[in-house]
């Protein structure tokens, strides 16, 4: 190991705080509290590292990967691997990328007006060097906190060398530069992120011809741009996203590129029900009160569809589905409450079962169907959302007897929710049940309390009936009738 990487700084302590930057504003001053020098890949692992020791999870608000793909990912990083995630759309991918910055120090010294935010202890183009070596002690720094060390890049074919590496600066040349003088280069994307992390996002669509630039820079520290050959030591972590279909069928990697990465990495969808819950009411930004239920009903949604024949699955599901789908069911909520005039907190906007089938009639278009389908896409829906609400009310109310509420409805009388319809209405139409306790115990057992949450709870389990073929249901423009 190099000295580089074996010097640490003093203010690691100051790591994962939301302290301000330190205030030392000099090489002298950062030879003076101690501070040293050490690789990117170095000060990842060792912060990794400290993070697992300590117990502390360095993967926050990700869900669903804790056992399978953040461990593959921690191994690539203490080993100093280059990284391509492969996984469908929606499967938090740039997530992953993107929380790798916590994994940073917070606060990094650079020399003061470098284009590439050189180290003060290891200078690496001409132009700093010499001012290193003129200045010395006086040589001025700044402080780039850990989110400015992060670069993305979302690669289109129209993306260019100059984009990705640099190019011939023309305003410098007219300022009287050689066309031989390195000062004449405007940097590109990757050198800029010297020091930090490059992220791709679907990188198979990056023309071949660029990823050979890049290919350059990652196995050469070559910088080629226009008969320049420039060898500077960047010091980057190259991590990428990709799809497996458009990695073998619409672009590809080419081997060489493909060959530098240390480690390809597949993602995939929540392995089970709470990941999804969860990952739905971390991100959501939601109008209403969507109750638990509900977002479990969303969450069975969207994993049933990733499961049926009639979806394209090489397209996939993605997460963002489900979380559509919770925003636009409290907004249903919400737009009921203004039509209606409801205020104040006795009557506050809560989703209910009726408000779901909103979802069906914004969201197809996020779903990729099969080509037989055509002119079933809703029908399709219709029964994944049906065969999700079943499930659901058969395990939250599971071992609760609903046969009084099955009696109560004699034939002639009938209970009418809908779109439009208040919570306080719902439940000022339940019928009288010769064990009126029954109430109370699907309101338990839901964990509802308010008005609206109590309306909520029981429509799910008429809804439950409903689909048991215990209650029939006749529905028409924007109302259903439980009978």
Request: net charge negative.
């Amino acid at each position: 190991m190099s000295t580089h990487d074996e010097v640490f700084s003093p203010l690691d302590t100051q790591r994962g705080t939301d302290a301000g930057a330190p205030d030392i504003t000099t090489l002298g001053g950062l030879r003076a509290a101690g501070c040293g020098s050490r690789s990117l890949r170095v000060e990842i692992r060792a912060n990794l590292l400290a993070k697992l020791a300590d117990g502390e999870d360095p993967w926050p608000g990700l869900h669903g990967f804790g056992a399978t793909v953040l461990p593959q990912v921690e191994r690539a990083l203490i080993a100093g691997h280059d990284i391509v995630l492969l996984g469908e759309r929606g499967q938090g991918k740039s997530r992953l990328l993107r929380a790798l910055t916590h994994l940073l120090d917070e606060w990094s010294p650079a020399i003061a007006g470098t284009d590439l935010c050189e180290d003060p202890f290891v200078p690496i183009t001409s132009a700093a060097r010499s001012r290193a070596a003129a200045e010395g002690d006086d040589l001025p720094i700044v402080w780039r906190h850990r989110s400015e060390r992060f670069v993305e890049k979302l690669a289109t074919p129209d993306t260019s060398v100059a984009d990705v590496i640099g190019d011939v600066d023309p305003m410098k040349v007219a300022e009287g530069r050689s066309l031989g003088d390195p000062e004449t280069i405007h940097f590109g994307l990757v050198p800029r992120a010297h020091r930090g992390i490059v992220a791709i996002n679907e990188l198979p669509d990056l023309a071949e011809r660029i990823q050979v630039a890049l290919l350059t820079v990652m196995e050469e520290r070559d910088v080629q741009i226009r008969g320049y050959v420039l060898r500077l030591p960047l010091d980057v972590l190259v991590v990428a996203s990709a799809n497996p279909e458009d990695y073998t069928n619409r672009g590809r990697i080419i081997t060489p590129l493909k060959d530098r990465f240390g480690a390809e990495i597949r993602t995939h969808y929540p392995a089970d029900l709470a990941g999804e819950v969860a990952i739905i009411r971390q991100e959501a930004v939601l109008a209403a009160q969507v109750p638990d239920h509900l977002l479990e009903i969303i969450a069975r949604f969207a994993r049933g569809l990733r499961e049926s024949p009639a979806i394209d699955q090489s397209s996939g599901v993605s997460a963002r589905f489900a979380i559509a789908a919770a925003e636009t069911v409290a907004a249903a909520a919400r737009h009921r409450a203004a039509v209606r005039g409801v205020r104040g907190a006795v009557a506050e906007a809560v989703a209910r079962p009726v408000d779901l089938g909103t979802v069906v009639d914004v969201l197809r278009g996020k779903v990729e169907f099969e080509p037989g389908e055509e002119g079933r896409e809703r029908d399709i829906l219709d029964y994944g959302l049906r065969i999700a609400t079943a499930e659901t009310a058969r395990e939250r109310l599971a071992g609760v007897d609903l046969r009084p509420l099955v009696a109560a409805f004699d034939g002639d009388l009938t209970l009418m929710t809908g779109e439009r319809v208040t919570a306080e209405e719902v439940l000022d139409e339940l019928p009288d049940l010769a064990e009126p306790q029954l109430y109370e115990t699907i309101a338990t057992r839901l964990d509802a309390t308010t008005p609206g949450q109590r309306a909520a709870a029981i429509e799910l389990a008429l809804e439950g009936l409903y689909l048991s073929r215990k209650l029939s249901k006749e529905t028409g423009e924007g109302q259903s009738v439980y009978g």
